[in-house]
């Protein structure tokens, strides 16, 4: 079958990389007739020579997302069924050596090859965010291979109206397949137990990203008082009550629905040492310096502060005021725990950051770990925005 071909820009051909998914609007010279957002296309350099296959889509940034490299295959559906079978087939060999997870990531976008798909499993639920035009397309195949292979309760499918619109397509909260969770599911992680809304909880209803580091991070948790920022479900609060050795916590977050939902989580663990406040999470570690509080363990999880190169700046400027405001309440020898889910915010930028930090406050900090996304979000190493979270494990005296 023949494609419609386009070409990219003579200007962007000598810098492009061509094993990255994402071709820029930018990037390319539109075709003379008009092509249909969703339709399969084949990338070439300005010479002729074959680059890959993909999606166009007119009403993205991300004019063409690349799937193929071979020129001898076919991007449809069976293609993308035999990729889920690949992307859960990787967490099925992980489970089989370390045991099955209540809630784990199947398939992480581009970092399993299908821009645009995350599927996540809590229980016997399944939650599809779909996040491209291209992902939209091949919907009911996907949904047919989810039922037959993992057979769950239930498929709901979220696109957020933020997302949806950078996309040109409409937001959609439903029931794919099975039946709706009556009301929020029970997982465990690290012998905590939480409860998740799938239907109105952020992104697909957790951060799973995390794992790992929710654990990491209660390790490090000396006798002391625990200040979480930005706490959401109280992952790290919750988990640093089981494992670390906090006093009391005090958890923060702007939202009160997220607030009761980790209330509520805190008492199915019997956990009394939790406080929850609402308040924005900038001006309340202001205040807790003016105040003069101290803390022997910060946690610092804000939500993504950069979305594309032009926010950089601002996002780093965000980072420095937050974590200095940190540093300002921590005792000395205490431990800050700092994140970033920000993917243009490289990992030796925020670092940089932190150097910053360390000299305005006149103070001491020593990353003794740092750690990325656990292993149910793998990076494609042609795409390092899918090494996007950070998390740095710091000691400041």
Known sequence: MRYPQLFLNVKKARSFKGYHPWVMDRSVIEPAAPLTAGETVELLFPDGRWIGRGVYNPHSRIRVRLYQWDAGAELDAAWCQTQLARAVALRTARAAVHGQLSAVRLVNSEGDGLS???VDRFGEYLVVQITSQAMLNWLQPITEWLVEHLQPKGILLRMDPRTASSEGMEPREEVLWGESPSGPI???EHDVRLKIDLLSGQKTG?????????????????????????CYLGGFSLTAARWGKATRIMAVDSSIRALEQADENAKLNGFDNVDFVQADCFDYLEHLSQEKQQFQTV???PPRMASNRAQVTAALRAYYRLNLSAVNVLQPGGMLVTCSCSGRVERSDFAGMLASVARRAGRSVQIVEAFGADFDHPVDVNCPETEYLKCFICRVR
Request: with cysteine; glycine share 6%.
């Open 116 to 118: 645009g798909l995350v």
């Open 206 to 230: 957790y951060y799973l990203d995390q794992r790992a580091n929710r654990l990491r991070a209660a390790q490090w948790v000396a006798e002391g008082p625990l200040l979480d920022v930005c």
């Open 299 to 301: 946690v610092l999880d």
């Open 186 to 188: 029970e997982i465990v």
